[in-house]
């Protein structure tokens, strides 16, 4: 099975602080998508940042930017300016298959600290 | 607007009756729909996808099925539930021209 791993079930950071997270994904296709979604308490899933695996510029959102390495298949989101609303669980996803289906990882639950 | 509509937000069943969840997607045609499941604590799993009206993949064997009667509708079904049938249950959509997704806010389901 084609997997994403987060080895780091749980961060955590010093508000104003810059924290990464990491991610480490298996696939077999040329074309994919990678994507951070954020999961407060709430549950809803909210996107954070996404990756064409085509693009080698890695993508940035505000304080939010990734590290993309294709050859090592490694999709780390690093948080900077760290604030108390970005506590919440996150997961990397995969996106690939006929039908563009989202594979997650386990997700890492972050801690923001005043 | 695009939108996605889930229902009913929490769910209480006994075990061995019935489930029946809805998701409604408005304001696009033809989209890719999803089924994801949570466990406490737990990343997502992928339970179901489908690409079209009657087409129906599923990635994990278990006590579930799905449907999709409308373009826009998807159903996630079990004839009995189980215990392990417990969880966070969320439906999503994209469209097919690019690689954007919108989920539900999701069913909470505890099978007592």
């Known amino acids: 099975a084609q997997t994403v791993t987060q080895s780091q079930p749980e961060m955590s950071v010093q508000e104003a602080e810059t924290v990464t997270l990491s991610c480490t994904y298996d696939t077999s296709e040329s074309d994919y998508y990678l994507f951070w979604y954020k999961q407060p308490p709430s549950r809803q899933m909210i996107l954070v940042i996404r990756q064409e695996a085509y693009k080698q510029q890695n993508a940035t959102e505000n304080r939010f930017s990734v590290n993309f390495q294709k050859a090592a298949k490694s999709f780390s989101l690093k948080i900077s300016d760290s604030q108390l609303g970005d506590a919440a669980m996150y997961f990397c996803a995969r996106a690939s298959g006929s039908a563009r289906q989202l594979t997650f990882g386990s997700g890492t639950q972050l801690t923001v600290l005043p | 607007s695009q939108t996605i509509h889930q229902w009913p937000a929490t769910l209480v069943q006994p075990v061995g009756s019935p489930l029946s969840l809805e998701c409604t997607v408005e304001?696009?045609?033809?989209?890719?729909l999803y089924w994801y499941r949570q466990a406490a604590g737990r990343g997502l799993q992928l339970l179901f996808y489908s690409v079209g009206i009657g087409q129906i993949s599923s990635e994990v064997p278990q006590n579930l099925s799905a449907s999709r009667p409308q373009d826009r509708q998807f159903i996630l079904s079990s004839k009995k539930l189980l215990l392990s049938d417990s969880g966070f249950y969320l439906c999503a959509w994209s469209v097919r021209t690019n690689y954007g997704y919108t989920f539900g806010s999701g069913t909470r389901l505890t099978v007592v």
């Open positions: 304001g696009t045609s033809n989209p890719n």
